[in-house]
């Protein structure tokens, strides 16, 4: 097998950066990286990139706001919208309209890579689009035979929420953004029957000239007025959001918990805890990770372990996959997929980390 790997990625991002230090360390050559924003002016540069047989590795564009931008801007021409001003950083603001712009960027790519045989991808794009869709991705691994949340579907704003709520006999629920990245936008909601309700979330509600908008931040805001809980659920809705029912995650000490496993080649390897005083337990919002090794015993680990090899196995197209769980009693849900799960420096399995294993995956296919 060719040691040579192309990367579509923002050159001298931390993803990019593990991955270059992986290939030292197993002396492998550098990496070659085809920036987003240059593929997306110039489809034709990725010709060149693959004309060397070898490894292609779909990196996610996040990094670039040029590429972001992008996008954006093509997502808009496409759904017929008129053009928007550019988000401000971490404002979360048309993610329906970045995701337009996204996928059909992964079909102009996976069109591209089927006139160049020679070159063996680590994830299908077809596969990425489909896990970037969380909604569709949940529908997808249930179809699979995978625990899941149960699904509520699309919340169209705060009256058909209290609707959704009243149907289903709930009082609590998780919002979240049908096309969001880790936990932006991800709303706790909570009511009683005397009529108080709160929503947890990392999105920061603030008005900007009397307009209100929303910002993803590393600290968790909560809201209890009725009229502050309706603007957020609202701005998030016009991007499309869904509503799934809420699954307590299993506690330590005072904290909660929940599980990052890393699928390398279909079969679960790295995996992490999750720990946060908050019901988001995402690792970039300051929460610690944990040995889920010393968390779980034998029923919860093979749960963990059977699990997250039923959700791979959904995705037979993606040589890697990162999915987080909710491990408790024996059993195990997933609670989403992420085609780009990987990016956990020092985590380690088997004395290597996840880029580390990937390439060494990849040499020995």
């Not at 506690?251 to 679960?268: A, C, E, K, N």
């Not at 959904?314 to 609670?335: I, K, N």
Request: net charge neutral; charged share 20%.
């Amino acid at each position: 097998m060719s040691d040579h790997l192309t990367l579509l990625a923002t050159d001298g991002s931390k993803r990019v950066r593990l991955m270059q230090a992986a290939r030292a360390q197993l002396r492998l050559p550098p990496a070659q990286v085809l920036e987003w924003r240059d593929w997306l002016r110039q489809p034709s540069l990725l010709d060149a990139a693959l004309a060397q047989p070898g490894m292609f590795k779909i990196e996610p564009p996040g990094d670039d706001t040029a590429a972001h931008l992008h996008l954006l801007h093509d997502g808009c021409r496409l759904l017929g919208r008129p053009p928007v001003r550019d988000p401000e950083h971490g404002e979360l603001l048309l993610m329906d309209t970045w995701f337009a712009g996204f996928a059909a960027a992964m079909e102009g790519l996976a069109s591209q890579l089927n006139t160049l045989p020679q070159t063996r991808l680590v994830n299908a794009p077809a596969e990425i689009v489909a896990m970037t869709d969380k909604l569709a991705c949940q529908q997808h691994l249930a179809a699979h035979g995978v625990p899941v949340p149960t699904l509520l579907g699309p919340v169209h704003g705060y009256e058909h929420l209290q609707t959704l709520l009243s149907e289903h006999q709930l009082d609590r629920v998780y919002l979240k953004p049908r096309y969001g990245s880790s936990a932006s936008g991800v709303v706790a909601y909570r009511r009683n029957r005397a009529g108080r309700q709160q929503a947890t979330s990392s999105a920061s509600l603030q008005r900007v000239d009397g307009e209100p908008r929303l910002f993803n931040l590393k600290r968790i805001s909560r809201y209890e007025s009725e009229s502050e809980i309706a603007t957020l659920v609202d701005i998030l809705a016009k991007q499309q959001l869904y509503a799934e029912t809420w699954l307590a995650k299993p506690r330590m000490g005072d904290s909660h918990y929940d599980l990052r496993v890393v699928t390398i080649g279909g079969q679960p390897a790295h995996r992490v805890a999750r720990i946060g005083a908050q019901m988001m337990t995402n690792l970039h919002l300051d929460n610690q990770r944990g040995d889920a090794t010393s968390l779980l015993g034998p029923a919860d680990m093979a749960a963990l372990e059977t699990t997250a090899t039923l959700a791979a196995s959904a995705f037979p197209h993606s040589t890697l996959a990162g999915y987080d769980l909710v491990v408790r009693h024996g059993q195990a849900h997933v609670l989403e997929a992420n085609a780009f799960g990987d990016l956990l420096p020092g985590l380690m399995w088997q004395g290597q980390d996840t880029y580390t294993a990937q390439l060494r995956h990849h040499h020995e296919q």
